[in-house]
């Protein structure tokens, strides 16, 4: 299987910004999407983002566009999501995840990590 580990939550006020990571092993990365979902309290798992296998392809929920980006580093088999101008209403536990088909990576998934707290305070 392939083993996926977020890093880089934690507090931030509104505005702020923060980068998570997602280190992947088990598989060979560079031949899986990848992709962003978040968990708030009370609430369904909601998409973020995805990026495809070699980096050429992004896409955003409108939530999101233009203060998130997505990329990655096939040869450090990790994934980032760069997060700017931070609101109290992103605060969620945030998920990795990566699948072979560029369908799946954005509803089912395959692959998940164990998660990353972020919160913003306001």
């Known amino acids: 299987q392939m083993q996926l580990v977020e890093s880089g939550g934690g507090l931030v006020q509104a505005g702020g910004s923060l980068r998570l990571s997602c280190a992947a092993s088990?598989?060979?990365?560079?031949?899986?999407?990848m992709g962003w979902f978040r968990q708030a309290p009370g609430k369904e798992r909601e998409f973020v983002a995805t990026i495809s296998w070699n980096g050429g392809n992004t896409y955003y929920a409108d939530i999101v566009k233009g203060r998130f980006t997505i990329s990655r580093d096939n040869t450090r088999n990790t994934g980032y999501l760069q997060m700017n101008s931070l609101k109290p209403e992103d605060t969620a536990v945030y998920y990795c995840?990566?699948?072979?088909?560029?369908?799946?990576?954005?509803?089912?998934?395959?692959?998940w990590g164990q998660g990353t707290q972020v919160t913003v305070s306001s």
């Open positions: 995840a990566a699948d072979l088909d560029t369908r799946e990576i954005q509803s089912r998934p395959r692959y």
């Open positions: 088990g598989r060979t990365f560079s031949n899986y999407h």
